[in-house]
């Protein structure tokens, strides 16, 4: 069973970059048909689907947040990364990585997803 697991700082200072790293175990992040997504959920509000990467490297970005941010992997670790330029204490929330045959993750069982990371956005 596929398993994926976020890592990066938990607190960020406004202005900075955000950087996540999604490690991947138990599949291949080129497997072929899967979507490797980066989701989020601010406080007291819904999911917000950030952007994916393809399983042959093609790259997706959702409207809102697409000018800030950039989303990359390396196969040789298994893992997907994501960067959040220029944030603000609105990007305060839990992030996370997910996988789907779809572009924009199902809940479980239909996607499988990370636990989550809460970062602050704070000076």
């Known amino acids: 069973q596929v398993q994926l697991q976020e890592s990066g700082p938990g607190l960020v200072k406004p202005s900075q970059t955000l950087s996540l790293t999604c490690t991947v175990s138990?599949?291949?992040?080129?497997?072929?048909?899967?979507?490797w997504s980066w989701i989020r959920q601010p406080p007291g509000k819904g999911l917000e689907w950030m952007g994916a990467?393809?399983?042959?490297?093609?790259?997706y970005y959702g409207p809102s947040l697409k000018s800030r941010t950039s989303i990359a992997r390396d196969t040789s670790k298994n893992q997907f990364t994501l960067q959040l330029s220029s944030v603000t204490p609105e990007d305060t929330a839990v992030y996370y990585c997910?996988?789907?045959?779809?572009?924009?993750?199902?809940?479980?069982?239909?996607?499988?997803w990370g636990q989550g990371i809460r970062v602050t956005v704070s000076s």
């Open positions: 138990a599949d291949s992040i080129t497997t072929l048909g899967y979507f």
């Open positions: 990467i393809g399983n042959d490297g093609s790259i």
């Open positions: 997910a996988r789907d045959d779809r572009l924009v993750p199902r809940d479980s069982p239909q996607g499988s």
